[in-house]
């Protein structure tokens, strides 16, 4: 399998994070790409129409997108059991669409700042991205704190990969001021060795 990938992706990161939890990082051969909405780049747009990534290229079938379609097919595959049986299953989607929504947030003010020409930038609209992440931050802080303290899910994969982004990318908001429950499990979660070997620098 070819997995397209940036490493400072925080989606790419999610889907990393399961392969070594896996031990299955022997499975995918890396293949880097780059772009952002403005221009594809090096995006794999015949993988994936949408120009994105994470994207997995199968030898047995069509390619995969979608960071949250990957890994449910890569736990499938390989085992890991990260989606617990329903009803437990609701509470952990939700918490990695949250999760998910976070870094998606996070990655459009990215752009904003960095791929937006600079007279044309909203500084109000960088605002409102800020406002989902901070909504988000507050709401897993007040009530998905057993979730996460839980068995290990997909949905604490998600987190870590969505705050580890807001640690590189965003680190002047000071996500963990107020937040002293998520800031401590995150503070461990990140020494997880799949967490260490995945960071966005790697
Ligand atoms: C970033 O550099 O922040 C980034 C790279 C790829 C996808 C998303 C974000």
Redesign the pocket.
Same mark, same amino acid.
């Given at each position: 399998m070819h997995l397209y990938y #940036?490493p #400072?992706?925080?989606f790419v990161r999610k889907v990393m994070i399961l392969l070594h939890e896996a031990q299955a990082t022997d499975h995918v051969t890396l293949v880097p790409a780059a772009g952002n909405p403005l221009d594809p780049g090096s995006m794999p747009v015949a993988q994936n129409p949408l120009g994105k990534?994470p994207a997995l290229a199968r030898d047995d079938g069509p390619a995969l997108y979608d960071s949250r379609v990957i890994c449910r097919y890569l736990d499938d595959r390989f085992g890991t059991g990260l989606y617990p049986a329903a009803p437990r299953l609701w509470d952990v989607l939700t918490l990695e669409a949250t999760a998910d929504g976070i870094a998606d947030a996070a990655?459009l003010m990215?752009y904003e700042q960095v791929v937006r020409p600079e007279s044309t930038r909203s500084p109000e609209w960088i605002d409102a991205q800020w406002a989902k992440v901070d909504r988000a931050l507050t709401a897993v802080e007040t009530q998905s704190m057993p979730l996460l303290l839980g068995p290990l899910t997909i949905a604490q994969v998600a987190m870590g990969a969505a705050l580890g982004y807001l640690d590189f990318?965003q680190a002047d908001r000071n996500w963990r001021a107020g937040r002293p429950a998520l800031a401590a499990w995150w503070a461990t979660f990140a020494k997880r060795p799949s967490v260490v070997a995945t960071g966005p620098e790697s």
């Amino acid at each position: 399998m070819h997995l397209y990938y #940036a490493p #400072a992706s925080p989606f790419v990161r999610k889907v990393m994070i399961l392969l070594h939890e896996a031990q299955a990082t022997d499975h995918v051969t890396l293949v880097p790409a780059a772009g952002n909405p403005l221009d594809p780049g090096s995006m794999p747009v015949a993988q994936n129409p949408l120009g994105k990534i994470p994207a997995l290229a199968r030898d047995d079938g069509p390619a995969l997108y979608d960071s949250r379609v990957i890994c449910r097919y890569l736990d499938d595959r390989f085992g890991t059991g990260l989606y617990p049986a329903a009803p437990r299953l609701w509470d952990v989607l939700t918490l990695e669409a949250t999760a998910d929504g976070i870094a998606d947030a996070a990655v459009l003010m990215r752009y904003e700042q960095v791929v937006r020409p600079e007279s044309t930038r909203s500084p109000e609209w960088i605002d409102a991205q800020w406002a989902k992440v901070d909504r988000a931050l507050t709401a897993v802080e007040t009530q998905s704190m057993p979730l996460l303290l839980g068995p290990l899910t997909i949905a604490q994969v998600a987190m870590g990969a969505a705050l580890g982004y807001l640690d590189f990318r965003q680190a002047d908001r000071n996500w963990r001021a107020g937040r002293p429950a998520l800031a401590a499990w995150w503070a461990t979660f990140a020494k997880r060795p799949s967490v260490v070997a995945t960071g966005p620098e790697s």
